[in-house]
């Protein structure tokens, strides 16, 4: 470290030449993201409240109020009045928290010392951790034709010891939504735990409902979902580090509290300590400015744009993965291997991600993903073959 004080303007200089090196959402080449460009009213209320510290919550009344209201209205697009839970850093922290909570909850009240999860083939690798940390068995259930959660595996996998089933609303590689009534049903009349993960698609699927897309429900309102994961980092145009994890009621909080005698609230269920409060302003900045309409409009914009590349990509010969459900796009060439194409469009700048099952290019039509940008894409697209 430096001796003596830098000037300031040196300083800035410096991380300005870093922050060049970094890709920006503007540019429209960022395509394999699930994140996006925040939108400038949630950057405002960030920076308004960026001193806040919800783990000592009864220094930041405020802060802390806004939290349970922005819960409040992820809780009106999810099917439920007054949810339990928290805003936290995005999806695996939430997919941890409903994790440890099943586990607690099974340990206390059926005894279960060694617990298992069932999670989709196609589970975000989140849950890897997550039984890695908690010391939970993974347990993989097949999938079916459409990339969802096969319901006969996952009803084959239950044992004495399985503490939680996960349900998939916008699967990180296609964005496939599984059956979560199905799952529900089986949760129900098993008496286990069934979390859905809608990390990508609790911010799309709710505001689509009255267009033409059909899903089945996928929220709260299937009565053996406890818990959901929703990222307003993703979908919702609110700055990382923005995701929510929602309960049904508090008695999953309290099978996850601890003692925190000297704070301003003398228990504490998360699994941070010290925690940003500055993404609750936000994400209830967001949500407020934009809308039910709002968030439709970006809803149907975002698929209007993923069909027409959908379409674009498959007229130039190449082979889609799947039908697009949600905003994601999943391709192949018969002639070349999904890295190989990943790394030619690198050439032309575009910086697109692979799928892992099946291999394929994937490509996440996000709000910085303009029509002129895909058009611009599907060009270079067409000289590669
Ligand atoms: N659940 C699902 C369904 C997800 O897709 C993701 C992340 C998570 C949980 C975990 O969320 P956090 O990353 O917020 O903890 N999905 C993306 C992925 O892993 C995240 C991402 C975003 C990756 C932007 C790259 C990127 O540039 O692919």
Redesign the pocket.
């Known amino acids: 470290m430096n001796q003596k004080p830098i000037s300031e303007e040196e300083l800035f200089k410096e991380l300005d030449y870093y922050q060049s090196m970094d890709c920006k959402y503007s540019d429209g080449k960022?395509l394999?993201?699930?994140?996006t460009e925040p939108h400038s009213v949630a950057k405002k209320a960030f920076f308004k409240f960026f001193e806040s510290n919800l783990g000592d919550p009864g220094l930041f009344k405020g802060t802390k109020l806004i939290e349970d209201k922005t819960l409040n209205l992820i809780g009106s697009i999810l099917s439920i009045d007054n949810p339990a839970g928290h805003i936290v850093?995005?999806?695996?922290?939430?997919?941890l928290m409903a994790m440890r909570a099943a586990k607690n909850m099974a340990r206390s009240e059926k005894g279960i010392s060694n617990g298992e999860i069932i999670v989709p083939k196609s589970?975000?690798?989140?849950f890897k951790k997550a039984s890695d940390m908690l010391d939970l068995k993974l347990i993989e259930a097949d999938l079916d034709e459409n990339f969802c959660i096969d319901i006969d595996s996952v009803s084959d996998s239950i044992n004495e010891n399985t503490v939680a089933i996960v349900g998939?609303a916008?699967?990180?590689e296609l964005g496939m939504i599984d059956n979560i009534p199905k799952l529900s049903d089986i949760a129900l009349s098993e008496d286990i735990h069934l979390h859905v993960?809608?990390?990508?698609?609790g911010f799309i699927i709710p505001f689509l409902k009255d267009s033409s897309f059909n899903f089945p429900s996928f929220d709260f309102s299937n009565l053996g979902v406890r818990s959901m994961?929703i990222?307003p980092?993703?979908m919702a145009l609110a700055p990382i580090?923005a995701?929510a994890i929602l309960f049904r009621d508090d008695s999953y909080l309290d099978a996850m509290s601890v003692d925190s005698p000297y704070l301003t609230v003398k228990h504490q269920s998360t699994i941070v300590g010290t925690r940003v409060g500055a993404t609750s302003p936000a994400t209830y900045a967001v949500m407020r400015y934009m809308g039910i309409e709002g968030y439709q409009n970006l809803a149907k914009d975002a698929m209007d744009k993923t069909m027409f590349l959908a379409e674009g990509v498959r007229n130039l010969g190449y082979d889609l993965v799947v039908e697009p459900k949600l905003n994601i796009v999943a391709f192949n060439h018969p002639d070349f291997e999904a890295e190989k194409l990943a790394n030619l469009l690198e050439e032309y700048g575009w910086r697109v991600?692979c799928s892992s099952c099946p291999k394929a290019i994937r490509i996440i039509v996000m709000n910085h993903l303009k029509k002129n940008h895909i058009v611009n894409f599907l060009k270079d697209l067409e000289k590669l073959i």
């Open positions: 960022i394999g993201s699930m994140c850093t995005g999806g695996t922290e939430a997919n589970a975000h690798f989140s998939i916008g699967t990180t993960d809608a990390a990508f698609g994961t990222d980092h993703k580090p995701g991600s």
